[in-house]
């Protein structure tokens, strides 16, 4: 049997399932937070070699997480992980028919294999940077928010925490979320009790994969020696490479080898008794949930969320990745924004374009999986696939990165009815471009005016280097372009970068295009458009082009108080769809009702 891959849904959670004929299968359990985004590609490698190597597998979302049901910061993150866990085990063997199951674990998720690995019988564990202190684990987490904050060279980095547009301070969310994923006090409690050395072995055959010197998994693995297991205690040679910031993370492709060469391979079923999953479907109040695959050898993902009530004349909103984070997005921000559209009338599509998330690269493309004109062919696919459904005119929208692909697919996409671009960077990638945001001048300028920002200058706790090498490049390039642009213009050359983002919005107001430009406060994309567009997209004068400032600190809207800005930003920009639907003929193929509840 070739392996196939098909997502699946069990009680609240969703997942992948990577169908395979061995007589044993495998269940992959993710990291916590900003881990399990930069591990993502990581585990479906390892998935897909696990299941060509005959072994069912099944990796999944726990609940609250990703795009299973519920919020983690209402749950107790160890007991719900470590029943969803079971769970899973549950349905892989009711589904695939195997007897055998093992577990295989990452951080955190090593940590819930570990715990029930045997209430489990699973027939081995692989723990990956296994987490065996609880405590110690919510102390790194606690320390290495308050670095990435101090270091961080976006405009939050130097607000001034009373200066959150609602009043909040950086103290007062901190303890309870670490970069935009929130824990309850459940889950503190449960992660301060935390500690593997309680455990008995989880299995007889352990394989333990840690970085080198870390010796809380060395003595773990002693310890479950001397209780009579056999443990292999292996290095994670690629530990620092994979678990870092989403958008650099590198699968540490000699590790993910090194594990299922000691899986081995799964000898085939006597006799088969699988059953082909049921079609992956959740269902809210307000939505319900499918997953599609399109697009060239139906290889591009995505989820619909459809309103259960849909806004009449709204149109669909395809929304795109950030960076190289997942379609969930950063923070859950992805499925945050669909779910919460969907009670208010809007249903959305959020894709993986290649190379992100579910969808795997394409051939002779550039590593770089974001800031690539060539995936708006995904786009494409998209809004093919939607027709298919009876579902035409969409709107889109990305940010950042996101934001980029946006308006490139806008420029090629004519069935598009909108498009809304937030935090663009850039409209047209120059592979000399850095990959860190930074935050406008004048931002940076104005900071410059408080007392307090001079004592952290002075004691580095922000990148003043990057910084100030961003604001010498940007004064320096408007410079250039200014003067460029007055020396073509006069010899009727013309800059061909400017003449192309121009060429390109007059299109959009020949097609009737509606058009949202927002940025957070001082973010540094708003230098870009000055300099393209005008001050505020002033250039741009037609009716259906918005301007509109978000009262966010952070590029990222990281945090769940920047997060909640989007979905009023974007319910007002589909109302406006709305409103010059209604005063216009109807296209022609548009379905009345596309969206039903089924």
């Not at 069990?10 to 930069?38: K, N, Q, R, S």
């Not at 870009?528 to 259906?544: A, C, D």
């Not at 990281?558 to 109302?575: G, M, N």
Request: aromatic content about 8%; proline content about 5%.
């Amino acid at each position: 049997m070739e392996p196939s891959l098909q997502a699946v849904t069990f009680g609240p959670c969703f997942g992948m399932y990577h169908e395979a004929a061995g007589d044993t299968g495998i269940v992959l359990l993710a990291p916590f937070g900003v881990e399990a985004l930069a591990c993502h590609k990581s585990m479906r490698l390892l998935a897909e070699d696990c299941a060509s190597r005959g072994f069912p597998t099944l990796r999944f979302d726990f609940p609250g997480t990703g795009d299973s049901l519920g919020d983690e910061a209402t749950l107790d993150a160890i007991d719900s992980r470590c029943k969803s866990a079971l769970a899973a085990i549950d349905w892989l063997k009711a589904t695939s028919g195997v007897k055998n199951v093992i577990l295989v674990g990452l951080r955190l998720g090593a940590s819930i294999a570990a715990f029930v690995g045997k209430e489990a019988g699973a027939q081995r564990v692989v723990l990956m940077a296994p987490i065996v202190s609880g405590k110690r684990y919510v102390r790194e987490m606690r320390s290495l928010y308050r670095i990435a904050k101090a270091k961080d060279a976006s405009t939050a980095s130097l607000a001034r925490p009373e200066n959150r547009p609602d009043g909040t301070t950086e103290a007062s969310i901190a303890p309870l979320e670490f970069d935009g994923f929130r824990l309850s006090q459940m889950s503190f409690d449960a992660l301060n009790r935390m500690d593997l050395k309680s455990l008995p072995p989880p299995a007889m055959d352990i394989m333990i994969l840690a970085p080198s010197g870390q010796l809380a998994a060395e003595d773990l693995g002693q310890q479950w020696r001397t209780a009579g297991a056999r443990v292999s205690l292996q290095d994670f040679l690629g530990f620092n490479s994979l678990l870092t910031d989403p958008s650099s993370a590198d699968p540490p492709r000699a590790d993910l080898t090194q594990v299922a060469d000691w899986i081995g391979t799964a000898p085939p079923a006597g006799s088969s008794s699988s059953k082909r999953p049921e079609t992956a479907r959740l269902e809210g109040d307000a939505f319900i949930e499918t997953a599609a695959q399109f697009g060239t050898g139906n290889q591009v993902f995505g989820i619909l969320c459809r309103a259960k009530q849909m806004l009449a004349a709204a149109p669909v909103l395809i929304l795109l990745n950030t960076g190289a984070n997942p379609h969930v997005g950063w923070g859950r921000q992805t499925v945050e924004i669909a779910r919460r559209l969907a009670s208010l009338g809007i249903s959305t599509l959020r894709i993986d374009t290649s190379g992100i998330g579910e969808t795997p690269d394409l051939v002779d493309r550039p590593t770089r999986v974001f800031y690539v004109a060539d995936s708006r062919a995904d786009v494409t696919a998209a809004v093919d696939w939607l027709e298919t459904q009876g579902i035409r005119n969409p709107a889109l929208s990305g940010i950042c990165s996101g934001a980029y692909l946006a308006f490139q697919a806008a420029a090629i996409e004519p069935r598009l009815t909108a498009v809304a671009m937030i935090n663009l960077q850039k409209f047209v990638w120059d592979a000399s471009a850095r990959l860190i945001v930074y935050s406008s001048v004048n931002y940076y300028l104005s900071m410059l005016r408080q007392p307090a920002i001079w004592l952290r200058l002075l004691k580095g706790d922000v990148d003043t280097r990057g910084i100030l090498r961003t604001i010498c490049e940007r004064i320096l390039r408007v410079v250039r372009t200014r003067f460029l642009r007055a020396f073509n213009a006069a010899a009727e050359v013309g800059d061909k970068e400017h003449r192309f983002i121009l060429d390109t919005f007059a299109d959009f107001r020949r097609r009737g295009l509606r058009v949202l430009m927002a940025y957070s406060l001082g973010d540094g994309g708003i230098d870009e458009m000055k300099m393209q567009l005008g001050r505020n997209g002033s250039h741009i004068t037609y009716p259906s082009f918005k301007f509109a400032q978000v009262a966010a600190l952070d590029h990222n809207f990281t945090s769940a108080e920047d997060r909640a800005l989007l979905v009023p930003l974007l319910h007002d920009f589909i109302l406006d769809c709305v409103k010059n639907a209604e005063t216009q003929q109807p296209p022609k193929n548009q379905p009345a009702m596309a969206l039903a509840a089924e």
